[in-house]
Nanobody
Framework: QVQLVESGGGLVQAGGSLRLSCAASGRTFSSYAMGWFRQAPGKEREFVAA????????YYADSVKGRFTISRDNAKNTVYLQMNTLKPEDTAVYYC????????????????????WGQGTQVSVSS
């Protein structure tokens, strides 16, 4: 069982930055690939970024590539999402998720492949 708690959301002006954190419980954090997803009002949940269990490889949605950076600290059981040059269209509830993998190269971009989810944190970007 893994419990995830996101933090770091808030209101920011366009062009600004935020850093989201996701703290995980349990002793098996390093067995999971981690992902960030977001859901805007009236839209489906969409993939934002993923990172392999060792943190050596990462993947981004085209809409955030070059602006967002995912990272993790396995010693602290925490995954981060650094968001720069924010745009109004980045406004959404952001969720972190954990998916069990069996390879250092494993990762997921589909929400259905993740086993555990946090409660979400709101990010609002004003124009």
């Amino acid at each position: 069982q893994v419990q995830l708690v996101e933090s770091g959301g808030g209101l920011v002006q366009a062009g600004g930055s935020l850093r989201l954190s996701c703290a995980a419980s349990g002793r098996t954090f390093s067995s999971y690939a981690m992902g960030w997803f977001r859901q805007a009002p009236g839209k489906e949940r969409e993939f934002v970024a993923a990172i392999t269990r060792s943190g050596g490889m990462f993947y981004y949605a085209d809409s955030v590539k070059g602006r967002f950076t995912i990272s993790r600290d396995n010693a602290k059981n925490t995954v981060y999402l650094q968001m720069n040059t924010l745009k109004p269209e980045d406004t959404a509830v952001y969720y972190c998720a954990a998916g069990r993998v069996y390879s250092d190269y494993g990762y997921y971009t589909s929400a259905t492949q993740y086993d555990y989810w946090g409660q979400g944190t709101q990010v609002s970007v004003s124009s």
